[in-house]
């Protein structure tokens, strides 16, 4: 019995804390501002409204390469510029971590971690559901396998969508 009411309690806790925030989930397409290879791909990325992170789980490939990275971002500040019919656009800037394993076909494998500074745009249309954006994230950051190194600046660019659900 005492299990019972124990778990009709966790059940209506969890089912209460899920209406108290909304979860944003979606697609977004990777390239780099400078027009090389190496940053292409796509990525699942998500959001918790409640909270200014964001996260992207990327998976890219080029030639003979292909790389699977994290980034998690931190929006400190995310201001109204306009508003487009009912649709707020806005800007954010950021900053971030990134996370990377590039293997490069018969030859080696290379772990790379970095800080990022995302800028861009993002708007809600249809009652808040639907939320496209746009970013740059000037990056940066160290290879520590196979050798210690540093990595150069590069600049992802992100197109995207997330889909909100309250």
Request: hydrophobic letters at 50%; charged letters at 15%; aromatic letters at 16%.
């Amino acid at each position: 019995m005492k299990k019972k009411l124990a778990i009709a309690i966790i059940a209506l806790m969890v089912l209460g804390t899920s209406g108290a925030f909304a979860f944003g989930i979606g697609l977004q397409l990777n390239g780099n501002a400078d027009d090389s290879f190496e940053n292409r791909g796509v990525a699942l990325t998500f959001k918790v409204d409640s909270i200014p992170l964001i996260f992207a789980v990327n998976w890219g490939f080029y030639d003979e390469v292909q790389w699977v990275g994290v980034t998690a971002d931190y929006w400190f500040l995310n201001n109204n510029i306009t508003t487009i019919g009912r649709s707020p656009l806005n800007w954010f800037i950021g900053i971030g971590l990134f996370g990377n394993v590039t293997v490069i076909e018969d030859d080696d494998t290379q772990l790379a971690f970095g800080v990022r500074v995302p800028i861009g745009l993002n708007m809600f249309i249809g009652n808040g559901f639907f939320e496209p954006f746009v970013q740059i994230a000037p990056s940066f950051g160290v290879r520590v396998v196979p050798s210690l190194g540093m990595e150069n600046l590069f600049f992802p660019i992100s197109l995207g969508f997330r889909c909100w659900f309250k």
